[in-house]
Nanobody, 124 residues
């Protein structure tokens, strides 16, 4: 079992930036891929970005490509989500999640552990 703790959410104006962090513990961090998801009120949880266990493969939802960057520091057991040019439609609770495999997936069912979520609010 992996324990995940997110931080870095907040309120930002449109066009601004935030960096989310997610600290992991409980398993060898490089053995599993990591992902970021988000969920807005009344909407389903959606995939945002993912990164393989070693960090060599990253993949993004079309809605955030070119604006968001996922990265990981396996020495610090931490995954990051750098979010630039934020827009009001990015307002959501953001969750990090640990995949059951090292390769990575966009399917929430492939992720066995989830953080508690951090709120990101973008004002227009």
């Amino acid at each position: 079992q992996v324990q995940l703790v997110e931080s870095g959410g907040g309120l930002v104006q449109a066009g601004g930036s935030l960096r989310l962090s997610c600290a992991a513990s409980g398993r060898t961090f490089s053995n599993y891929a990591m992902g970021w998801f988000r969920q807005a009120p009344g909407k389903e949880r959606e995939f945002v970005a993912g990164i393989s266990g070693a960090g060599g493969r990253t993949y993004y939802a079309d809605s955030v490509k070119g604006r968001f960057t996922i990265s990981r520091d396996n020495a610090k057991n931490t995954v990051y989500l750098q979010m630039n040019n934020l827009q009001p439609e990015d307002t959501s609770v953001y969750y990090c999640a640990a995949d059951r495999s090292a390769y990575g997936s966009t399917n929430p069912r492939a992720f066995g552990s989830w953080g508690q979520g951090t709120q990101v609010t973008v004002s227009s």
